[in-house]
């Protein structure tokens, strides 16, 4: 079993930057492929970026490529979601998200285990 706790949401102008963890509690943390979804008001849940239990495989949503980083550090159970140039319509909830295995995935139906979210708003 996996609990997922993220933390570094926040208020930030337009072209700014947060990087958000996501704190991951059980000894297995390394045998999980880990995941970051957001979701807006009104809107269905979409995949942001993911990565391997390795960190050998690294996917992002189109959106996203070039400006996200996702990373994970084994050692300290966290997976990080670094965001550059925000834009107002990423304004939403992120969410960390984890699945057993090696190999990664895009849909939220293919993990198992959720954090509460971390609101993430960016003005314009």
């Known amino acids: 079993q996996v609990q997922l706790v993220e933390s570094g949401g926040g208020l930030v102008q337009a072209g700014g930057s947060l990087r958000l963890s996501c704190a991951a509690s059980g000894r297995t943390f390394s045998s999980y492929a880990m995941g970051w979804f957001r979701q807006a008001p009104g809107k269905e849940r979409e995949f942001v970026a993911a990565i391997s239990w390795s960190s050998g495989n690294t996917y992002y949503a189109d959106s996203v490529k070039g400006r996200f980083t996702i990373s994970r550090d084994n050692a300290k159970n966290t997976v990080y979601l670094q965001m550059n140039s925000l834009k107002p319509e990423e304004t939403a909830v992120y969410y960390c998200?984890?699945?057993?295995?090696?190999?990664?995935?895009?849909?939220?139906?293919?993990?198992?285990?959720w954090g509460q979210g971390t609101q993430v708003t960016v003005s314009s």
């Open positions: 998200a984890a699945r057993p295995g090696v190999t990664v995935a895009t849909t939220p139906w293919e993990y198992n285990h």
